[in-house]
């Protein structure tokens, strides 16, 4: 059966107000992150699929570039979805999907465990590699920070890079974190090492920000395990 558009926009009401989240949008000067459709979904896995560094480099601790592209590409939906079905206000992680133009270039994540308590997120990333070198990657942690911050009365964000990946290193160096400890971990066998960062909210305040916009936010509040008046405390 062929939908028309007033049915699709009626069902889409209707998902959102069963899942608020999907309403969500963040954007910055040249990009928008929010929850994609199934097709969006399987783009950006084609995304991934086409590639996320170059072969010699191995960025994350869980090895799920080393999958041959299909199964990288499966990984990412089912990710996904995952993450969406184990979500509880004490546990959740947020997969907010990067668009460009229109278009799915990466995944710039974050995730808390009672964050109503503890106000603390910490964040991961990945964008396809055609379209790394034009500061997206920092793009998208500065949106991701002011929903946190601004929106969500975050007090502290917290990231991790392998100490020889220099440019997710700089990103967090230039954006305000502060080296934050050494993690130990196995890697193919392995000892290899991370270096965590931490931002504190003062410090958030402290650096010139390109302008973010947040929308949809009302009706997520407790799905983050905020009550409303929660909802940016952070705020400049």
């Known amino acids: ?8 926009c009626r069902l889409a009401r209707v998902l959102i107000d069963h899942w608020p989240l999907k309403g969500l949008r963040v954007r910055s000067p040249r990009l928008e992150l ?11 896995a084609d995304v991934a699929a086409r590639g996320v560094h170059e072969p010699n480099a191995r960025p994350f601790l869980t090895p799920w570039t080393d999958l041959p592209p299909a199964e990288r590409a499966r990984h990412v939906m089912q990710l996904h979805w995952s993450r969406l079905g184990r979500w509880t206000p004490q546990n959740w992680a947020l997969e907010l999907v990067a668009f460009f133009e229109g278009r799915p270039v990466g995944v ?3 995730r808390a465990v009672d964050f109503g308590i503890r106000q603390e997120i910490v964040s991961g990333s990945w964008i396809g ?22 929106e969500l009365g975050a007090v502290s964000a917290t990231s991790m890079s392998f100490t020889d990946n220099l440019s997710s290193v700089s990103v967090s160096l230039k954006l305000g974190y502060r080296p934050d400890g050494i993690t130990r971990d196995v890697l193919h066998g392995e000892v290899i090492e991370s270096q965590r960062f931490r931002l504190s909210r003062a410090d958030w305040h402290l650096r010139e920000r390109p302008p973010v916009t947040v929308s949809g936010l009302t009706g997520c509040e407790e799905l983050f395990g905020i009550v409303g008046e929660g909802a940016g405390t952070g705020a400049a």
């Open 1 to 8: 059966m062929v939908r028309s558009g007033h049915d699709l």
């Open 34 to 44: 929010r929850l994609p459709s199934e097709d969006e979904l399987a783009e950006l």
């Open 108 to 110: 710039q994540d974050m």
């Open 129 to 150: 590699l055609n379209h790394q070198g034009r500061g997206l990657g920092t793009e998208m942690r500065v949106a991701m920070l002011h929903l946190a911050f601004a």
